[in-house]
């Protein structure tokens, strides 16, 4: 071994012994001759001290140094005098008195300073080009060792409860999971191609056919999409599969292993079960499929209010059967009118006609271009519905269509409590949303599957199916943190026949079905048991769980929001040999050429 202890290591107990340390040279500091060299490692820094009286050729060498170098230092561990102590470090205690100075190797002057503070405000690009560099910071190793303490958690959860972990193929094909497929040519067949998985969702239901019973896997995925939304093409899931299961037991498995991943991760463990709410009362109530349930602020209903009002705008959308709803926005009553007309376009963009308010102001007044066409009873009404005081403001949408008033005052919800400071940082929030609806309509108007085609209909709606397949809920649920969807899941079709129907339904022509899914309508046939599962998005979990401001914080080489990986290049062009190989011509559009 090169050293005998790390820089995080040393304390008072050592003092008088001997030690050898390597690491980087975080900083060099010349005190009128005599040398301080803040000494680096994953395990911490410890204060190296070189005098000339004592020792003139290390101190040469160690004033010699510049940050980042690598150096190799034997010394003595001496206490610090009382008023030279640093309680932030663990090594504060001591020094080590440098009496041999090795360098290792140079480095040249990093293109950004990998202090905490001065790297925080660098741009993310020029960390990335160099991320080996932006490895080295305490607080993004910090990150990725509290996502490996996760990950060691989840392997033993799912360990005692009989999990198996199975690796599943990268090379394979295109499973439906609603994003685009990466392609990878393949060689040997001309103008065949594997595509990564999307997910191992086939292959895990496969499993279960298999007669595995538990799987599951810490998985990496891959969808060609839009990465706007702080997404990565690749990214890794907790992948599970249960057979014999109602989504009740799956249930248990997952809160038992979040509150496992929550302990690991050092926060306090949730009480469980982990509260449960349907979709359907979900954005009912808070307008979204991910319910933040760390503040109020819920969506209430006002048709109770303004049936049969004379206020024409409500009036017609309730006699129509659309919604009338509003959210009371506490103590945001001063906004400026500024950000009104913010919200009031935002109302424009979700298909309303605007965004009606009050404002309730300090003498209790209200502010309100609407107010006066109010009956006393109406107001009366939605004082006691809103619980309306000083300082409130009320925000109103109505619409045809009560999905798209859902929506808007969800989205509202988020952005008003978000502007009012009113979410706590530190609290944990979990909730399952339940009940999905089977189907949702895509812009063409067609049935396409909420969820993915093998999910199975609640057997109560079973009905549906043919009258109303809209109409339709699943046993698809998702997993959510803090308004964030953790992951999704739902008990699949295990018949083959019903699978055959989804199929039908979801207008998935003959050749289709048996070139996709004919694997899997055979393997459906010879006695599959009933089975179901989830995945949960890995790397926001551990964002969640360690911090950091995007899931880029949680992956040691992520790629920046066009795809790209800036250290390595990639993706990057490929020589004509390569191309001609794997039989493939480029024809590129004219823009992107030379
Ligand atoms: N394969 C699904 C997904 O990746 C999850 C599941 O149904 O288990 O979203």
């Known amino acids: 071994m090169q050293r005998t202890h790390t820089c995080g290591q040393l304390n008072q107990e050592h003092i008088g012994k001997t030690t050898v340390l390597c690491g980087w040279v975080d900083t060099v500091r010349d005190h009128g001759g005599i040398i301080f060299i803040d000494l680096r490692d994953r395990y911490g820094i410890t204060q190296v001290v070189c005098d000339p009286d004592d ?30 102590v640093n309680d932030r470090l663990s090594t504060g205690g001591i020094e080590v008195i440098g009496n041999e100075v090795t360098i290792l190797n140079r480095s040249k002057t990093p293109p950004f300073p990998l202090e905490e503070a001065k790297a925080e405000k660098v741009s993310e690009e020029l960390r990335m080009e160099s991320r080996f560099l932006d490895l080295r910071r305490p607080s993004v190793q910090e990150r990725l060792r509290k996502r490996h ?64 019973d538990r799987y599951f896997q810490i998985a990496r995925c891959f969808r060609d999409e839009d990465l706007r939304a702080d997404r990565q093409p690749e990214f890794t899931q907790i992948d599970v599969e249960m057979s014999f299961v109602e989504a009740e037991d799956l249930y248990g498995i997952i809160d038992g292993l979040l509150a496992s991943v929550m302990e690991a991760s050092g926060h306090p463990v949730p009480e469980l079960p982990l509260p449960r709410i349907s979709w359907h009362e979900a954005m009912d109530r808070f307008g979204s499929d991910k319910p933040d349930l760390r503040f109020g602020w819920e969506l209430k209903d006002l048709a109770p209010v303004f049936q049969g009002t004379q206020f024409k705008v409500f009036g017609k959308v309730i006699e129509g059967g659309g919604a009338v709803k509003a959210i009371n926005a506490k103590g945001l009553a001063g906004v400026p009118i500024r950000q009104i007309d913010e919200w009031t376009e935002l109302a424009k963009s979700h298909g309303m006609g605007g965004l009606a308010y009050i404002r309730v102001q300090e003498d209790g007044s209200w502010k309100s271009p609407i107010v006066k066409f109010f ?172 911090g950091g401001n995007t899931i880029r914080d949680v992956i040691a080489f992520p790629k920046n929001h066009k795809g790209i990986d800036l250290m390595m290049d990639a993706p990057s062009t490929v020589d004509a040999k390569q191309l001609h190989d794997v039989h493939i011509q480029l024809d590129l559009p004219p823009e992107t050429e030379g």
């Open 55 to 84: 020792n003139a050729a290390a101190t040469e060498i160690a004033k010699s140094t510049r940050p980042e170098y690598v150096i190799k230092v034997k010394g003595t561990v001496r206490g610090r005098p009382a008023d030279m």
């Open 149 to 212: 303490k996760m990950s060691i958690a989840i392997r033993q959860f799912m360990d005692a409860q009989e999990f198996v972990e199975i690796e599943t193929p990268i090379l394979t094909k295109s499973t439906p999971e609603g994003a685009r497929d990466y392609l990878v040519p393949n060689r040997v067949t001309p103008g065949t191609f594997y595509a990564l998985p999307q997910a191992p969702q086939q292959y895990k239901q496969l499993l279960m056919m298999g007669g595995l």
């Open 375 to 546: 009956s006393e009873a109406e107001i009366e009404g939605l004082k006691s519905t809103l619980e309306i005081e000083v300082g409130d403001l009320i925000l109103f949408a109505a619409s045809d269509t009560t999905l798209v008033v859902n929506e808007f005052l969800g989205r509202l919800r988020v952005e008003t409590a978000t502007q009012a400071g009113i979410i706590p940082e530190d609290e944990f929030k979990f909730t399952w949303v339940t009940e999905f609806p089977l189907f949702e309509s895509n812009e063409a108007g067609r049935l396409v599957p909420m969820h993915h085609p093998f999910t199975s209909v609640l057997p109560e709606d079973m009905h549906l199916l043919e009258t109303d397949p809209a109409k339709a809920r699943a046993v698809a649920y998702d997993i959510v943190l803090n308004g964030v969807e953790l992951g999704s899941g739902s008990i699949r079709i295990h018949d083959p026949e019903r699978q055959g129907q989804m199929f039908d339904l979801l207008k998935i022509s003959e050749e289709e079905k048996n070139s996709r899914f004919g694997h899997l309508l055979n393997a459906l046939s010879y006695g599959a048991p009933p089975h179901g599962g989830i995945a949960l998005g890995f790397d926001r979990l551990a964002q969640l769980m360690a």
